[in-house]
């Protein structure tokens, strides 16, 4: 064991025995541990990151898939890695992950850390950490009540890159809000270099819309989704940057994943959705600056498991039930296309909670487009929640048929419904806490093995 200081010492053992308890007692226990660290050592992260190669992800959408991703493909490349795969991405989450990880009798060798940041607590980790590689998915409205304006949330991300200035930024370069920096970091962008759809004009409620140099609305060779996309400013000149990683073409999309072509090669990305098209570039482009080889990363991408509530896909009673994360509109809107490209007849279930980690203000679902889904076969649509009585209105604004919602106000009527809905599969959308709420109910019904 390396020599580290006794208030170090004494804050990672009563930590792992904390962890350890509750792991018995309540399955869980991903936060409190590293609090109790705090308090014996206040840079307690200083001391058990120190022989990590680590790649920090954060972003408003796809930080929990892109990390599973990046993960999976260190480890398919035979390296010895370790990532927060709880979810649990502020300080006290990635403390526990590594104090879990600590090796208190033996060298602590060189290994890799693929760790999932929230976007507010990065200028903390990056205080005492100082990584390979940060990177950075997208900026998009997202609990405005806790991160306001994503100029808010810009800004913090760009305070703790500040703070280790020569870690090397893999940025969405689609993302009009992270070119240009002010940086001296070394910065290395991914993006799309041909459109999925054509399309060229952003949706009136969409993101970022105006020049972060002169406050010009951008224009745009073509738009992915909500404000990503190959934009430039008329005005002023200010224009995407140069890409080194580049989706090609997308040569299939459907919903088991999606075939694409990542800088003239093809690569099978088994989730779901374009929006996870941007996760597969990403972890692609993190391990190409990983000096992993393409085949490494085309294996790991195909066999990519889910991540806890990220298009999970569960059996009830032999009926398979896909749950799906949604958080903010721009989110939204890519799960509800993701539905889409299902043509069976399905069930709906939708759940919205307004917890602190939901955020409080439910308003943002009338910016979600769920017109869209007048389309689909659906025979369910069941709704829960702490606010389902709000997403039942929007919803029957949206025109869906208000005979097949079953409002499901307790947590019995909830299981009832997925265990008796029509068809064998069922789409559940659900807000943070909801998802964990229902994970819960469904490891107690012994229908998930595994909680955390």
């Not at 060229?200 to 989704?225: G, L, Q």
């Not at 389309?375 to 025109?399: C, F, N, P, Q, W």
Request: aromatic content about 10%; glycine content about 6%; overall charge neutral.
């Amino acid at each position: 064991m390396s020599k580290i200081k006794i208030n170090s010492l004494l804050g990672i053992i009563t930590s792992k025995l904390i962890l350890k308890t509750s792991r018995l007692l309540f399955k869980g226990g991903s936060n409190f541990p590293g609090k109790i660290a705090l308090l014996f050592d206040k840079h307690i992260l200083n001391t058990v990151s120190k022989n990590y190669i680590t790649i920090l992800v954060t972003g408003t959408n796809g930080k929990t898939t892109t990390t599973s991703m990046i993960y999976s493909i260190i480890r398919e490349s035979g390296k010895e890695v370790i990532t927060n795969d709880t979810g649990a991405n502020m300080n006290t989450g990635i403390i526990t992950c590594f104090i879990s990880n600590y090796k208190l009798f033996k060298e602590n060798k060189k290994k890799y850390a693929v760790i999932e940041v929230d976007e507010a607590y990065l200028q903390t980790i990056t205080e005492d950490l100082s990584p390979s590689i940060i990177t950075v998915t997208n900026l998009f409205r997202d609990q405005m009540d806790r991160y306001g304006e994503v100029y808010t949330t810009y800004s913090k991300i760009l305070q703790g890159i500040a703070k280790t200035p020569t870690t090397k930024l893999i940025l969405n370069g689609d993302e009009s809000l992270l070119g240009k920096l002010e940086v001296s970091n070394p910065v290395v962008y991914y993006g799309f270099s041909k459109a999925i759809k054509e399309n060229t004009k952003v949706a009136v409620n969409a993101d970022s819309k105006f020049c972060k140099v002169c406050k010009n609305p951008y224009e745009y060779d073509f738009v992915t989704y909500n404000h990503l996309g190959s934009y430039y400013c008329g005005k002023c000149g200010y224009k995407r940057p140069e890409l080194k990683y580049t989706v090609n073409s997308v040569l299939e999309l459907n919903p088991e994943g999606s075939t694409v072509v990542l800088n003239d090669d093809t690569y099978f990305i088994n989730q779901a959705g374009e929006y996870n098209i941007y996760n597969g570039l990403c972890a692609y482009s993190v391990g190409k600056e990983l000096d992993i080889d393409n085949e490494v990363i085309k294996a790991s991408l195909q066999k990519q498991s889910t991540s806890f509530g990220r298009q999970e896909t569960i059996l009830i009673d032999g009926k398979e039930v896909k749950i799906i994360l949604v958080k903010n509109p721009a989110g939204y809107d890519q799960a509800l296309n993701t539905i889409l490209l299902d043509n069976k007849p399905i069930n709906l279930s939708v759940m919205l909670n307004d917890n602190y980690a939901d955020g409080t203000d439910v308003s943002w679902i009338w910016d979600v487009n769920f017109e869209k889904l007048s389309t689909l076969h659906t025979e369910d649509i069941i709704i829960s929640g702490t606010r389902l009585y709000d997403m039942a209105v929007r919803l029957k604004v949206a025109g869906l048929p208000k005979d097949k919602f079953l409002l499901c106000e307790n947590d019995e009527s909830l299981i009832s419904a997925l265990k008796n809905c029509s068809n064998n599969t069922t789409y559940i959308l659900a807000t943070y806490t909801a998802m964990l709420h229902l994970r819960k109910l469904l490891h107690n019904e012994g229908y998930i093995q595994k909680l955390w």
